[in-house]
């Protein structure tokens, strides 16, 4: 437990709003405790931004990778604030390009949203999501791995994100509600499925 009145300059630092978030990156991000049910489960983050999963760096090694540097500076700024920074490798690179070059277990995918516009659309499209559709974003993620989570905000097509799955497999969409309120989604593939007991991330 941390002593606010010993280490009261951590805790204004933790809840400072970051003056350098892009309007975007705020749309995009979710709540501490939106994010809390998978995060043990995702050694590599896609799609870094701004306000990386700092949690997960308590449980498991992370690969943190956007091509923006600037939000890997302030993702940096994050894990430092949280006592992380060690666990967690940044690479400012194409994601593309980058994955054949890694082995990974599980992609914890967070692609950005497109900026509060999608706060107009009653509900969110996703074939247009980054300009090449979630759908293709899936599939090239699928060769190399089967264990995907995909961050999205509450009014994503739900039947899109059942239609990615083409096995047979079971698809979980999780709500992820704050004070009472529908914030984000997350959607599950492959063994990450209803199975939150056991930690993949030794």
């Known amino acids: 437990m941390v002593d606010i009145k010993q280490d009261s300059n951590r805790t204004k630092a933790l ?32 799609f870094d931004g701004c306000i990386i999963d700092v ?7 992370l690969i943190a990778v956007d091509i923006d540097p600037v939000k890997i500076k302030c993702a940096r700024r994050n894990a430092e604030i949280y006592g992380v920074l060690n666990k967690i490798d940044f690479i400012c690179a194409d994601f593309f390009s980058l994955i054949p070059h890694l082995a990974v277990d599980v992609l914890f995918l967070s692609p950005p949203w497109g900026g509060p516009a999608y706060l107009n659309q009653e509900v969110y499209d ?6 090449i559709g979630l759908k293709t974003i899936f599939r090239f993620a699928q060769q190399f791995t089967s264990n995907i989570a995909i961050f999205l905000p509450r009014n994503a097509s739900i039947i899109q994100l059942t239609e990615l799955e083409k096995n047979g497999d079971y698809v979980e969409v999780e709500q992820n509600i704050l004070n009472n309120k ?21």
């Not at 949690?55 to 090694?61: A, L």
């Not at 996703?126 to 300009?131: E, I, K, R, V």
């Not at 914030?183 to 030794?202: P, R």
Request: contains cysteine.
């Open 15 to 46: 809840w400072r709003p970051t003056p350098s978030l892009e309007n975007e990156v705020q749309c995009n991000c979710g709540h501490e405790d939106q994010t809390m049910p998978h995060i043990s489960e995702c050694p590599l983050r896609k």
């Open 55 to 61: 949690q997960n760096g308590y449980r498991c090694s």
């Open 126 to 131: 996703t074939c247009y999501l980054m300009g």
């Open 182 to 202: 529908l914030k984000t989604v997350t959607a599950y593939y492959g063994d990450l499925v209803c199975d939150f007991s056991e930690n993949v991330c030794e």
